[in-house]
């Protein structure tokens, strides 16, 4: 089961140019079983949520992007935001009080640039404490270049984390690049926590593997 865990759509997301609903329809015509929707700090209504999947006949599952003093972070799990949550270890907490998961999204930003040797950089990255909070890390992301998901993929083996992939879709093109193929069935973001947790899955880039 192939599902891009990393979407935005507007105006939720604004800087997103999507609408729901393109996202939807492109994503379901590439061949994807799955989107979350993983707006910018900001949670999705679980019933429009359930209207958009049945409307569509396509599952779409909720997220959030939550931009914390460690990074993005993909969460899946809660449904609303409390303060105090843009520190890594309170929204590691919320998350473990309700059993939801974190992905560390696009890692390379402020942490790679185009002069740097890879390696040397995930060396002076990888010994941050906050990494074993951390259920996966995005090894692909659609909108990066080959040189920082090569970073991101080197962090995962260094840390011994498995990856996950995602488009990071804002416009249409970025649709269906990169995803994550999962083991089992999954039709509720409760067993896709549980797949997550249980690292049943792996990382495409469905532009070399479409």
Known sequence: MIVDLHTHTKPLSDDSYLEPAELIQHAKRAGLDAICLTEHDWFWDKDALARLSQEHDFLVLPGVEMNTDEGH????????????????????????????????????????????????????????????????????????????????QELCRRLNLRGTGGSDAHHLSNIATCATRFERKISNVEELITELKAGRFRPVDLRSNP
């Open 73 to 152: 972070m993909l969460v899946f799990g809660l449904e609303e935001y409390s303060f105090g949550m843009h520190h890594t270890r309170y929204l590691k907490q919320a998350l473990d009080e309700v059993g939801g998961a974190m992905i560390l999204a696009h890692p390379y930003r402020r942490q790679f640039y185009p002069s740097d040797d890879i390696r040397e950089a995930v060396e002076r990255y990888y010994q941050r404490p906050f990494f074993h909070l951390l259920d996966a890390i995005e090894a692909l992301n659609g909108r990066a270049t080959e040189r920082q998901n090569q970073f991101s």
